[in-house]
């Protein structure tokens, strides 16, 4: 059921000629009802599709910002229990936007990879990226995936060679998650001259779309990338929004939701301006 | 449950895919994956090369100060009225410790790669300071991770880093200790894979590393193994070590693996008590799960979140442990014992007293527990201790202890 929502969304997209804006956020930060309130925000803000992190105590490819907020939602009493009941509650109202799960896979070994796959499906859970299960270490929590029919995600990284990349597509689907940089979250810069060529590899061996993230902060990068890829997403500059927020004393929804609706404006803006680069889509 | 069956050869694991049994594995960002399939095919490289091992053999020897003694500590096999006990003297190792035997090892193939700069993380700073010394000995910039928390406890130890000319950057994330140190130390790889090599201190992480180390390590058994049968004329019945992530036991026990008649001790840090939730006891107080590359027991709560490790002595006080104890522990092979902070802490002065060695509180762990093994193997028995360390390092947290002002 729950892959189809996926590949909706890419397929309606394709038809409009733009790529997609992916907004990430971290479940249950910086709480249950406050991440639950920025969460029902981000379709209306602007967001096709979400990356919902599920927080982990150890999270080894975040930067300070991931690292921060995962804390904030863990010391708030969020889990992956938690975090699924976050997914049901959005999808009462919401049945079209895909939300896919990101995080690592301590916390679904200890909650058992079947009943996890099985949860996830019922909640409306469509996707799963797990950060520190490489293709070689993921037969059984694909089994798993498939059987419920959530999409394993995987990543391909700078350092992924075409031989490679045939691993990394395999038994994947939905899309691929290009990581832009190599290092860490919310750290360095997308170099945009060196993401076409790449995204365009990872879209020739997989035949899927091709997602953009580790490197994206501003309106103007997320553009750039808009042009040459199916999706931008954006995270770490999200969740600092919620620490200026809460170091402000204000509200965090209204401001990460200001500043969804301007990554979103300017992906969607992206190819109107030079027309031509739409064709780059296959 | 059946019980895992024994496995008939020992040397044949890890398998291909770096696991023993279960355990192991390579549970990293894809960013790494090519970078550890590199080192695994580095490693195999040089371990079947004469001359990387006649290289390394050489700087254990005028280096490290290899071979050390098997000691017969008489005055203990006195107090405990039963079995011959010898200790395994690793702690007169340049640098104080058995750390620095891996590390040989590790910069010699970092060499080889033709990386220019290393990184390591550290607990309380042994893996540091012979991660450091190697890098000056080698003339290579080194970057050594270590918790915001254990900077202030192991102030000795940083000054010592920073005389060898490393950098040693505090890290603030999470709990500010070891496993956090390791998770800035991978942040680091992650980020700068072009040129780094991570040398890690102990037989844990992704797959190579485990069995690298262990291999590294495993020239304590083998030394042990040529003393023993040279002054005894036979195998010993026991071999006891202290267990954090586990490098020194598993150098320990590797070489006598297949000698079913030798029995294995680890021995974990129950800090506290296993019945509170201060201690660093993975195989006893733990469940399976993945930590930094590797499938193990490690201490966790329900939802899987890692939780913090507590143990008088810093080079223990880890939530995890190295792959094929995991494995020895589930088949049978290895028995693990625990001892808490105050039992090593007896068992310190004990051998201080007794023996004339002031031992590091890691191996202290393993020296509470000769008791309950001379009682195991009989008074006719004979018992190999391994001396991972010594104790200049660890006066203050004695001291402190006991409510002494130094």
Redesign the interface.
């Known amino acids: 059921m729950t892959k189809q929502r996926i590949d909706a969304r890419f397929a309606a997209l394709k038809a409009e000629g733009r790529a997609a804006f992916v907004a990430y956020v971290m479940a249950g930060d910086p709480d249950p009802d406050t991440a639950f309130e920025i969460l029902k925000g981000l379709p209306g803000a602007g967001a096709d599709l979400i990356e919902l992190g599920f927080?982990?105590?150890?999270?080894?490819?975040?930067?300070?910002p991931i690292?921060r907020a995962a804390?904030r939602a863990?010391a708030a009493g969020m889990?992956?229990?938690g975090v699924l009941a976050l997914v049901r509650r959005f999808r009462e109202t919401d049945g079209d936007t895909p939300i896919i799960l990101m995080g690592?896979?301590?916390?679904?070994?200890?909650?058992g990879f079947a009943a996890f796959a099985h949860d996830a499906a019922e909640a409306g859970v469509d996707g799963l990226i797990v950060?520190?299960?490489?293709p070689?270490?993921a037969d059984p929590l694909a089994d798993a995936l498939d059987t419920a029919g959530v999409s394993l995600i995987?990543?391909?990284?700078?350092?992924?060679?075409d031989d490679?990349l045939k691993v990394?597509v395999r038994r994947t689907s939905g899309f691929v998650y290009y990581?832009s940089v190599?290092?860490?979250t919310g750290?360095?810069e997308a170099d945009a001259d060196a993401v076409a060529p790449a995204v365009a590899r990872v879209r020739a061996a997989s035949g899927l779309p091709v997602a953009v993230g580790f490197g994206i902060k501003t309106p103007e990068r997320a553009a750039e990338v808009a042009r040459v890829a199916d999706a931008a997403v954006v995270g770490s500059a999200l969740v600092d929004q919620i620490a200026a927020s809460l170091a402000g004393n204000q509200p965090p929804a209204p401001k990460v939701l200001e500043s969804v609706a301007a990554l979103a404006k300017a992906v969607r803006m992206a190819r109107a301006n030079t027309a031509p680069a739409a064709g780059v889509q296959a | 449950m059946n019980a895992p069956s024994k496995p008939n050869d020992y040397s044949a694991y890890p398998d291909a895919e770096g696991r023993f049994g279960d355990y192991g594995g390579r549970y990293v960002p894809e960013t790494l994956m090519p970078l550890v399939h590199e080192l695994d095919r580095a490693y195999a490289e040089a371990k079947a090369d004469p001359a990387f091992h006649a290289e390394l053999n050489g700087h254990l020897k005028h280096f490290v100060g290899r071979p050390n003694p098997l000691y017969f500590a008489e005055r203990l096999t006195a107090h405990f009225g039963g079995p011959k006990i010898y200790f395994k003297r690793e702690e007169l190792n340049h640098t104080g410790a058995h750390k620095i035997n891996n590390c040989m090892g590790q910069i010699l193939l970092a060499k080889r790669m033709g990386r220019t700069r290393i990184i390591a993380e550290t607990g309380a700073g042994q893996h540091g300071v012979a991660t450091a010394t190697v890098c000056a000995r080698f003339g290579l910039p080194c970057v050594v991770y270590m918790g915001a928390t254990d900077v202030e406890r192991q102030k000795p130890n940083v000054f010592r880093m920073n005389l060898l000319g490393a950098e040693v950057r505090p890290v603030t994330s999470g709990a500010a200790t070891l496993k956090d140190a390791m998770n800035e130390a991978l942040r680091d790889w992650v980020t700068n894979v072009h040129d780094t090599y991570y040398l890690i201190g102990t037989a844990a992480g992704m797959h190579p590393y485990p069995a690298m180390v262990r291999d590294f390590q495993a020239v304590i058994g083998e030394e042990t193994k040529r003393q023993v049968l040279e002054i005894e004329g036979r195998l010993p019945d026991a071999v006891v070590a202290c267990v954090g992530g586990g490098s020194n036991a598993i150098g320990m026990f590797h070489p006598f693996l297949a000698d079913e008649g030798v029995r294995l001790y680890g021995v974990e840090a129950a800090g506290h008590g296993l019945d509170t939730d201060k201690h660093a006891a993975s195989l006893t107080g733990g469940r399976p799960g993945v930590l930094h590359g590797n499938k193990t027991y490690l201490l966790q709560d329900d939802d899987g979140q890692i939780q913090e490790a507590h143990s008088i002595s810093a080079g223990l006080d880890y939530p995890g442990i190295g792959p094929e104890h995991a494995w020895l522990h589930d088949i049978g092979r290895a028995s693990y014992l625990t001892c808490t902070d105050q039992e090593a802490l007896d068992a310190f002065r004990l051998c201080a007293e007794l023996e004339g060695i002031i031992p590091a509180l890691e191996s202290s762990h393993a020296i509470a527990k000769l008791g309950e093994v001379a009682k195991d193997v009989g008074k006719d028995g004979v018992v190999v201790l391994c001396l991972s360390g010594r104790g200049d390092k660890d006066i203050f947290t004695v001291a402190d202890a006991v409510g002494r002002t130094i």
Do not use: H, I, W
């Open positions: 927080p982990f105590s150890d999270p080894m490819a975040e930067g300070p690292q804390q863990l889990t992956l229990r690592y896979l301590n916390p679904l070994v200890s909650y950060v520190d299960c490489p070689e270490e995987r990543l391909a990284t700078p350092t992924t060679d490679r990394v990581v190599a290092g860490v750290v360095k």
